[in-house]
């Protein structure tokens, strides 16, 4: 595979940290970062870095293929946080007012709160599921009130 600017970066980035910790003599290190901005193809700059500590090994596939070499964590995309439950719930809360005559609003309102201080706090993903179950949460609250509005001004006026 064809390794692109990011990948010579990412490469670079590994031969910087491993010359920082002593491990890559100054000689070797210019060399290195030199064949790393010639290199034309991932497995080129996946020699370049081998022996240097990359952090965890990435996950291998369940049958290994024969042509390919595994890929480094170094080129691997970062992980998506996970997302938050609590978001979720306000989702399918604030989804479920329209089935339930708006009952699921007020809990959809709670847990879309909840949700998104704990997403801020602790950067899961979620935020507009948080969002949307808040929104649709407090259309409901708003709806009741227009309908307990109406039917307090109905009753005072006709008494």
Known sequence: MLASHADRERAVDVLRAGFSEGRLQQPEFEKRVARAYEARTVGELSLLVADLPQGPLAAQPALPQPYAA?????????PAPPTNGKAVGAMVCGILTTMTMGLTGIPAVILGHTARSEIRRTGEGGDGFALAGLVLGWLSVAGWAVVVVILTLATASGA
Request: hydrophobic share 45%; charged share 10%.
């Open 70 to 78: 595994p890929v480094p964590r170094t080129f691997l995309p970062a």
